[in-house]
């Protein structure tokens, strides 16, 4: 029996501390506790997540919970959603399954973890675009799923063949490593039959999820969503935001940007949503950093409504293969509003508005694979839900893929990323030719 989980748990508590007073771009999920128990079958499994769902409710986030386990049937770690915490969202990307990757990649060497196919993840809804990549991009390949999600999960036509992959080799993968198993139940509400790849072996016999369980997992999610959803959908309109540049340069709002970044507000762009060459350097920098923390040199910008430069920063894919430009510039930014908040800075959401309302500037495009599947999910769990049209929110400079493959694919998504009243994930190349050149000229190669 191995419960390694707990030394973990117990420094990210210490860090979580930490980072509620000190601002800095170190980044760290909260957890869950971990309580050692081994799992016999797949409504075992689920009711090990059941068990998160519950704590995230009474969090006031979304309801859901994860776990991994050996192929022992010891769990090695659970988690639940925390995008929201102290009534705030304190993280847009922290689902279950993308701080589950996280934790794995993190905690891999020091811990001694079993290698990805040999770990069982249990969700207790279906993966969202975010996740899915996650957890191809990691390799888990032992997936079991409760309940669906017609909305945002990659299942979201219960097909489990994920149309959304289609062309890419993703979608073979997720056919692979994706179980929906069985409920069993008396009502047609709460039961199904078993869809996508078999269940691990390492359930034995026991593939089912009971009904009572399963609608646990699936009521509770349905339950909060309208009420959490509302609870981050309080920011400002557009036009009550502050110029940050009229702060005082004694204003912890400034000093927190500046503690996130320290470049931050040196440039603005000369339309607020369409930055021109002298964005290149931010992020030809950040590029550079990016290859020495493990990444192929690339870069994202955050620039606010007024056309500020926020930030602009490296990936961290030595520490985790999904800690992208993008997914780190989206959670700092986060957390730069989350901390100045908890820290009683009542106009911080009046200088730092909800990220509808700002641009996120990739130095290279995204490509079409587990990474960027994760990226366009994120962004749209950094949206939350419809954006303002008049204007691209999402944009890259260098291209990877064709403008043509990447509107097919933000097309194909499920409807919460591609349906006309929701988010709309779709990624343009910025208008501007000085500042695509200047990246061309500039970016760092890699032979990666
Ligand atoms: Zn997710």
Same mark, same amino acid.
């Given at each position: ?46 009711? #090990? ?107 979201? *036509? ?15 993968? =997720?056919?692979?490593?994706? $179980? ?7 009502? #047609? ?36 969503? $309208? ?90 894919? =030595?520490? $985790? ?66 954006? @303002? ?9 260098? @291209?990877? =893929? ?17 349906? *006309? ?28």
């Amino acid at each position: 029996m191995r419960f390694t989980w707990k030394k973990g748990a117990i420094l990210s508590a210490v860090s979580i501390l930490a980072g509620s007073v000190i601002l800095g771009n170190v980044l760290q999920d909260t957890h869950a506790d971990a309580v050692p128990t081994t799992i016999n079958g797949v409504q075992d499994a689920v009711y #090990e997540t059941a068990d998160q769902v519950l704590h995230a409710s009474d969090q006031g986030t979304f309801s859901v919970g994860g776990m991994l386990m050996d192929t022992d049937g010891n769990v090695v770690y659970v988690q639940h959603n925390n995008v929201v915490n102290n009534d705030l969202t304190f993280d847009p990307t922290a689902h279950g399954e993308r701080q589950m990757i996280d934790w794995y990649y993190e905690n891999k060497e020091s811990q001694n973890l079993p290698e990805p196919e040999n770990i069982v993840l249990v969700t207790s809804l279906d993966p969202c675009a975010m996740c899915t990549g996650s957890i191809l991009q990691a390799g888990f390949s032992n997936v079991v799923v409760s309940a669906n999600d017609t909305y945002a999960g990659i299942n979201y *036509d219960k097909s489990a063949l994920f149309p959304s992959l289609a062309g890419t080799s993703m979608q073979a993968a =997720a056919q692979d490593s994706f $179980s929906y198993p069985a409920v069993l139940g008396l009502t #047609e509400k709460f039961s199904r039959k078993a869809t996508g790849a078999p269940v691990s072996s390492v359930f034995g016999e026991n593939v089912a999820i009971e009904d009572q369980t399963y609608a646990l997992t699936s009521t509770a999610f349905d339950a909060t969503l $309208s009420d959490v959803s509302a609870k981050i959908n309080t920011d400002l309109p557009e036009n009550e935001l502050l110029d940050p540049k009229t702060l005082a340069t004694t204003d912890p709002i400034y000093l927190a940007l500046k503690a996130a970044y320290p470049h931050a507000l040196e440039y603005t762009a000369p339309s607020p949503n369409a930055p021109d060459e002298g964005l290149a350097p931010y992020l030809i920098e950040a590029a550079e950093q990016d290859i020495a923390n493990g990444g192929d040199g690339n870069a994202v910008a955050l620039l606010d409504t007024f056309g500020n430069l926020i930030m602009a920063l490296p990936g961290n894919q =030595a520490v $985790s293969e999904i800690q992208t430009p993008f997914m780190l510039t989206t959670r700092g930014y986060a957390k730069l509003r989350y901390d100045l908040q908890m820290n009683g800075v009542a106009d911080a959401t009046k200088y730092l508005g909800h990220p509808k309302y700002n641009t996120f500037i990739y130095a290279k495009g995204m490509e079409i694979n587990p990474q960027g599947l994760a990226d366009f999910g994120a962004f749209g769990s950094t949206m939350e839900g419809a954006i @303002p049209t008049d204007r691209t929110q999402f944009q890259y400079g260098v @291209p990877r =893929a064709t403008q043509a493959e990447l509107d097919a694919f933000a097309d194909g998504l499920p409807p919460f990323y591609s349906a *006309d009243d929701s988010v709309n994930v779709h990624i343009k190349q910025t208008a501007n030719q000085d500042l695509i050149a200047a990246l061309e000229a500039g970016l760092p190669t890699t032979s990666k």
